[in-house]
C-alpha cells in the first residue's frame, strides 16, 4: 500500500512532505522519496524507512514551496535506491509520485524504448513519467494536457501527481481506482491518498474522482477536467477528523489504541441510529430504500480479509433474524467470475477503507448487472461510499494500524442493526423479542469494557503461547467467522501460521495437525451447541492440544478441560462476535508483541 503526499503554496514543502510520510507509515513500506522545486528540481530517494530518507537528504538542498513525495510498497521491481520514487523523466525535468498499478506498461515500455528512452529503474511508474514526458515533448503541450493524453493511453489503476520544472508553479495530479484527496488551505494545497496528512493544516478537501485531473497553481487557483477533457465540478467536504485521532495517545501502538477504542466506536456507532427504550432503530439509507429491502429475494455481502468476516456475521444475522437468503462473496473472486445477478438482489460491500481495489471492482460489476448496492464503509468520503447507490458510515474513526480491529466491530455494529430492523420490518421477529434484543444490543459497548478487564490475564496466556510455530482457532455458528478473524489477526501481526475451521469441521482433516506443539483457540460461548463445542475440546485434548477456550463467565465444565480460559461476560448468542472478536484481538497482539513484531505496518 503505498502512500502519496504534495505541496503547493508559500510555505516550505520538505518539513509538510516528511511529516505527511509519516502520517502514511502506518500501512507499511519499503522505500520513500521526496522532490522539491526551487529553481530546479532536488529529487531525494531511499531504500528503507522515512529516517533513512531523512538522514540521507540531511546536508542536501532540501528548499522550495513545492514538492512531491511517496512512501512505496514494491509492487514492479524489488525495494531499492532506484525504484524508489519519485521518477524522473524528460532529462530529469519532470518527476512523478504514483499509486497503483499500470498493466499494459510493458507494451509503453516497448514502444519508448523504440524511441530512444533510457529506464533507469523496473518501475511501471517510470514508464509512465517518460509517456508524459515524450508526448510533451513532441506536441509542445502544457503539462497538464500531456498528462490527460498520455493517461488515455494507460490501462490500470493510479493516483499520480506529477511535477514539471518547465512549469514550476504547478502541481499536476489525477487518479483512477486509487485514492487522492486534495486539501483547500490559503493560497496554498495539499495532495495525499488519504486525508491523514492533510488533516493538521485544513479540514476543506475534495475528493478526486476516477478520470479526473486537478491542476493546482501557487498562486492559489484549482481546477478539475476529466480525461476528455471537460472541466468539471468539485464538491467539497469538510473533514470531521481530530489530529488526536491519528495520534497513538500513550497507547505503544495504534492497535492497541483502536482495540481499547471500541466500546466508544461500537457506541459512536450506535448514536442517534437506536434506541432501546423507545424501541427504535433508524438507518436513513435503509429507510430510503426500505421497500429493495422489504422485497429484496438476496443479499450478498462482498469484501476481502476482515470485512469478508463480517460478511459471514452478517449471514447468520439476515438469515436468522430477517429470513432473507445471503451469499457472502469475496470481493477478488466475485469480480472475476461471470456472477448471476437476479432483479432484487441487493449487493452489500463492506470495508474499512472503502479503497480496496477489488471490492470497488466488484461493485462495479454488481452496478453493470442491475444490482442495487448498498455500502458499509469506515472512511468517510471513500470511493466505495461514493460509488455505492447508497449506505451507512460505521462511524469507527481512522483505523490507522493494519489489523483491522475496532473496523470490525463496527462493521458488525451496523450489520446487526440492519438486520433486526429488518426482521422487525418483516414481521419475522416479534416486537417484544425486538424489544430484548435492542435492550440486550444496547449493552455491547459496557460488556467489550468488560472484556478489556482481561487484557493482563490474556497477556499472560500470550507469554505462555508465544513461541508457538502455528494455531488453530475454533468455532461453531455465529463464532465460526470468529474464528476465522482470530486466525487472520495472529497470522497477520505476529507471522504465525493460523487457520479458522468451524469447530466440526476439525474432524474432517485438521485433527491430524494437533500435538502438544499445537494451540488450539476455541470459542466455546455458544450455548446451543455447548456440549457439542465441549466435544471437540475433548477431541483436542486427547491428541494432547493446547486448548485456550474462550468462555461464558462461570463456565466450570470446560474450565476443567482447557489449558487456559478466557471469560467474557454473556450475551445472546446473536451479539456473541462482537464480544468474542476482543480478546483474539488482544491475544494477538500481545504475542506478536513479545515476537518483537511491529504490530501497526506490514512487514518490509
Ligand atoms: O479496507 P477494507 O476493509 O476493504 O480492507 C480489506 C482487507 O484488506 C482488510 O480487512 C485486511 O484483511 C485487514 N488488514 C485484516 O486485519
Not at 8 to 18: F, R, S, V, W
Not at 208 to 237: M, S, Y
Request: proline residues 3%; charged residues 25%.
Amino acid at each position: 500500500m503505498c502512500g502519496i503526499v504534495a505541496y503547493i503554496g508559500q510555505q516550505e514543502a520538505y518539513p509538510i512532505l516528511i511529516k505527511g510520510l509519516r502520517r502514511l507509515e502506518y500501512r507499511g513500506y519499503d522505500s520513500a522519496g521526496v522532490a522539491m522545486m526551487n529553481g530546479k528540481l532536488n529529487v531525494y530517494k531511499k531504500k528503507g524507512k522515512v529516517d533513512e530518507l531523512v538522514n540521507f537528504a540531511e546536508n542536501q538542498d532540501k528548499t522550495g514551496t513545492i514538492g512531491i513525495a511517496h512512501t512505496r510498497w514494491a509492487t514492479h521491481g524489488e525495494p531499492n535506491d532506484k525504484n524508489a520514487h519519485p521518477h524522473a523523466a524528460e532529462g530529469e525535468k519532470l518527476t512523478i509520485v504514483h499509486n497503483g498499478i499500470i498493466e499494459n506498461y510493458e507494451v509503453l515500455k516497448k514502444a519508448l524504448l523504440k524511441q530512444g528512452h533510457i529506464f533507469k529503474s523496473d518501475t511501471d511508474t517510470e514508464v509512465l513519467a517518460h509517456l508524459i514526458g515524450e508526448i510533451k515533448e513532441r506536441e509542445q503541450l502544457p503539462i497538464e494536457e500531456a498528462v490527460r493524453l498520455a493517461l488515455n493511453k494507460v490501462i490500470g489503476a493510479y493516483a499520480i501527481v506529477v511535477l514539471d520544472s518547465d512549469e514550476p508553479d504547478k502541481l499536476v495530479a489525477a487518479r483512477k481506482s486509487s485514492p487522492l484527496v486534495l486539501g483547500i488551505g490559503e493560497n496554498e494545497f495539499f495532495l495525499a491518498s488519504d486525508a491523514s496528512p492533510i488533516v493538521e493544516y485544513t479540514k476543506k478537501v475534495v475528493y478526486i474522482n476516477d478520470e479526473e485531473i486537478v491542476v493546482a497553481t501557487k498562486d492559489g487557483n484549482f481546477n478539475l477536467r476529466n480525461l476528455r477533457n471537460e472541466e468539471t465540478e468539485p464538491r467539497f467536504h469538510y473533514l470531521d477528523m481530530q489530529i488526536e485521532m491519528l495520534e497513538k495517545e500513550g497507547y505503544d501502538y495504534f492497535m492497541l489504541k483502536e482495540i481499547f477504542q471500541q466500546p466508544r466506536s461500537v457506541a459512536d456507532c450506535m448514536r442517534g441510529r437506536l434506541n432501546a427504550e423507545k424501541n427504535w432503530i433508524l438507518l436513513n439509507d435503509v429507510e430510503n430504500n426500505l421497500e429493495k429491502f422489504l422485497h429484496a429475494n438476496r443479499i450478498i455481502f462482498i469484501g476481502c480479509g476482515t470485512s469478508w468476516h463480517a460478511g459471514l456475521v452478517a449471514e447468520y444475522l439476515f438469515e436468522d433474524i430477517a429470513r432473507i437468503p445471503v451469499e457472502v462473496e469475496y470481493a477478488s473472486e466475485f469480480r472475476y467470475r461471470n456472477p448471476v445477478i437476479r432483479e432484487g438482489d441487493i449487493v452489500i460491500p463492506i470495508s474499512q477503507s472503502g479503497e480496496t481495489a477489488d471490492t470497488l471492482a466488484a461493485i462495479e460489476l454488481a452496478k453493470q448487472k442491475g444490482a442495487f448496492v448498498y455500502g458499509v464503509v469506515n472512511v468517510v468520503g471513500s470511493s466505495i461510499a461514493r460509488t455505492a447507490h447508497a449506505g451507512s458510515y460505521i462511524h469507527a474513526g481512522p483505523e490507522i494500524g493494519v489489523a483491522s480491529t475496532k473496523a470490525f466491530t463496527g462493521q458488525l455494529t451496523l450489520l446487526t442493526m440492519m438486520a433486526l430492523y429488518l426482521g422487525h420490518r418483516k414481521g419475522t421477529i416479534s416486537n417484544d423479542h425486538y424489544h430484548r434484543l435492542l435492550v440486550e444490543f444496547s449493552k455491547i459497548p459496557d460488556k467489550i469494557r468488560q472484556v478489556l478487564d482481561y487484557d493482563k490475564e490474556i497477556q499472560a496466556i500470550a507469554q505462555q503461547v508465544r513461541n508457538a510455530q502455528n494455531a488453530l482457532y475454533l468455532g461453531r455458528g455465529y463464532n465460526f467467522p470468529v474464528a476465522l478473524e482470530g486466525a487472520l489477526k495472529l497470522k497477520e501481526i505476529s507471522y504465525i501460521h493460523a487457520e479458522g475451521y468451524p469447530a466440526a469441521e476439525m474432524k474432517h482433516g485438521p485433527i491430524a495437525l494437533i500435538d502438544a506443539l499445537m494451540p488450539v483457540i476455541v470459542i466455546a460461548t455458544n450455548k446451543s451447541a455447548y456440549e457439542k463445542i465441549v466435544s471437540n475440546i475433548q477431541e483436542v485434548k486427547a491428541r494432547r492440544g493446547v486448548v485456550i477456550a474462550i468462555v461464558t463467565e462461570g463456565d466450570q465444565q470446560i474450565r476443567r478441560m482447557a489449558d487456559f480460559v478466557i471469560e467474557i461476560p454473556e450475551v445472546e448468542e446473536i451479539f456473541a462476535p462482537l464480544i468474542s472478536a476482543v480478546p483474539l484481538q488482544l491475544l494477538a497482539y500481545h504475542i506478536a508483541v513479545m515476537r518483537g513484531c511491529n504490530v501497526d505496518q506490514l512487514v518490509i
